[in-house]
């Protein structure tokens, strides 16, 4: 199960945490995001301890994990209304195929993120 928390509304060129809360450790979490009218996108994911980032994010976001705790956090800073949307906690125990949403077994409910 997992549940995130964190988001909110912010101006252009602040900041916000994400929170990811798991039932149990995992080896691979992403955060993914989906705008009105879009696809669900893949933004940054953590597979063990190496962690990834796609272009739109890079240097902006960062995404750790606190093991003991079974958190993911998506720490995004800079953030631009093209930022705007449901941002998702996916979690898979073997390495899913990129940011293909159907390669990731579990989902979180989502968390609103609105940038204006």
């Known amino acids: 199960q997992l549940v995130e928390s964190g988001g909110g509304s912010v101006q252009p060129g602040g900041s916000l945490r994400l929170s990811c809360s798991a039932s149990e450790y995992t080896y691979s979490v992403g955060w993914f995001r989906q705008a009105p009218g879009k696809e669900r996108e893949g933004v940054a994911r953590i597979l063990g301890g190496n962690s990834y980032y796609v272009n739109s994010v890079e240097g902006r976001y960062t995404i750790s994990r606190d093991q003991s705790r079974n958190m993911v956090y998506l720490q995004m800073n800079s953030l631009k209304p093209d930022d705007t949307g449901v941002y998702y906690c996916?979690?898979?125990?073997?390495?899913?195929?990129?940011?293909?949403?159907?390669?990731?077994?579990?989902w979180g409910q989502g968390t609103q993120v609105t940038v204006s």
């Open positions: 996916a979690a898979d125990s073997d390495v899913p195929r990129g940011y293909e949403t159907t390669s990731w077994r579990y």
